[in-house]
Each structure stands twice: as C-alpha cells, then as structure tokens.
C-alpha cells in the first residue's frame, strides 16, 4: 500500500471539515470499539473546475433544509454534497456585489449573507432580498452578523453596529470619540451580544 500524503490550506481544509460535519459522514464510535479500516481515511477537496466560483473560502453557513452555503469573493453558493449552485449578480438581482464575506442562518431558518460593499441579504423562501442604505444599514461592508438571545439580528460593520427593528436598521448607540469597527460577534445566552 502506497501512503499519500494530502496537503489542505486552512480554508480547504475548514471547507472540508465543514462539509463532513454538515453531511453526518462522521461515524459514530464507542470507546474502546474497533472499526473496519481504522487509521485510513479519504479526503475530498472542491475547487471551480468542480464548480466553485472562487477557490478561496469565506464564511459558512447550514440552514435546515440540509444544504451547506458558502460564502466566496465570486459569490454566494449553495452545495448538497454533490453539486453547487452559485447565486451572484449573473443570476440574482438582490446582489450587487458579489464577494460574500459573512453569513448567518437565524433561528428561524433564514440565511442572511453579507457582502464586501453591497450591503446584507436575506433569503428566506427561495427569494433574495437586499439591505442597504434605504433600509438604514449605512456601511455596505458587512464583517459579522449574529442573532442575540432575544431574537434580535446584529450587523457588525467596519463602520459600526447595526440591529433590525421591523424592516430597518437601527445604528446602536456609540461613544463619539471611539467609532465600533466590528468584525466578529458572539451571542452569549441571556447575557447579549459580544
């Protein structure tokens, strides 16, 4: 038997974990059972001959209808495990930029996608729809997203912080002397958003 040796970049490599994950593809082992073909294991990596549009990765999200989303500076894609399907400005009239650089999948199913200057989408029943200025969002750079314990959809921004009231974006209240430039948010349980 021949040993191969596979080299991943990070981003491949968290593209390929995430899929594994997302597909339950992970056997389930007890301690101490043997399982056939211990210490082997394949490795499947995708790239746009495969159908990507872009082979860096930026973001991933999964939504309840079992597909895994993955956000690329070509646009945003949905894969099966077998196929993608690439939404961006060619086919999708919500984008108008195509580079996705944070996604989110809210508690009730919703995938909302932020891109680098073209403000944040939201697709929820097969239909895109955009944010932007008009709804109140007023940096088109979208660096996190996240939805606290309330319910309430956070937009971290490199121009500040943003959160959804209805269908607007109300800018969160900031010291004047220190602008929030917010690239990463986490939602603590009861204890809101950091």
């Not at 043997?34 to 549009?53: M, S, Y």
């Not at 930026?58 to 690439?86: C, E, H, K, M, N």
């Given at each position: 038997?021949?040993?191969?040796?596979?080299r991943?970049s990070?981003?491949?490599?968290?593209?390929?974990?995430?899929?594994?994950?997302?597909?339950?593809?992970?056997?389930?082992?007890?301690?101490?059972?043997?399982?056939?073909?211990?210490?082997?294991?394949?490795?499947?990596?995708?790239?746009?001959?495969?159908?990507?549009?872009?082979?860096?990765?930026?973001a991933?999200?999964?939504?309840?209808?079992?597909?895994?989303?993955?956000?690329?500076?070509?646009?945003l894609?949905?894969?099966?495990?077998?196929?993608?399907?690439?939404?961006?400005?060619?086919?999708?009239?919500?984008?108008?930029d195509?580079?996705?650089?944070?996604?989110?999948?809210?508690?009730?199913?919703?995938?909302?996608?932020?891109?680098?200057?073209?403000?944040?989408?939201?697709?929820?029943?097969?239909?895109?729809?955009?944010?932007?200025q008009?709804?109140?969002l007023?940096?088109?750079?979208?660096?996190?997203?996240?939805?606290?314990?309330?319910?309430?959809?956070?937009?971290?921004?490199?121009?500040?912080?943003?959160?959804?009231?209805?269908?607007r974006?109300?800018?969160?209240?900031?010291?004047?002397?220190?602008?929030?430039?917010?690239?990463?948010?986490?939602?603590?349980?009861?204890?809101?958003?950091?």
């Amino acid at each position: 038997m021949v040993a191969r040796r596979v080299r991943l970049s990070c981003i491949q490599s968290g593209l390929l974990l995430a899929v594994v994950l997302a597909s339950g593809a992970l056997p389930r082992i007890r301690a101490g059972e043997q399982q056939p073909g211990d210490g082997e294991f394949a490795a499947r990596v995708w790239r746009t001959q495969d159908g990507l549009p872009e082979n860096r990765v930026q973001a991933i999200s999964g939504t309840p209808d079992g597909y895994l989303w993955i956000g690329t500076p070509g646009g945003l894609v949905r894969f099966d495990g077998v196929r993608f399907v690439v939404y961006n400005r060619d086919n999708t009239a919500a984008f108008v930029d195509d580079s996705v650089s944070a996604l989110y999948t809210s508690s009730n199913g919703v995938l909302w996608a932020g891109t680098d200057g073209g403000g944040l989408l939201r697709r929820e029943n097969r239909e895109f729809r955009s944010y932007g200025q008009r709804d109140g969002l007023t940096d088109g750079f979208i660096r996190a997203i996240q939805q606290d314990s309330n319910g309430t959809l956070w937009v971290g921004t490199a121009r500040g912080l943003f959160h959804l009231e209805g269908q607007r974006f109300i800018r969160a209240a900031e010291p004047p002397e220190l602008p929030l430039s917010v690239f990463s948010a986490i939602a603590r349980r009861n204890r809101g958003l950091w």
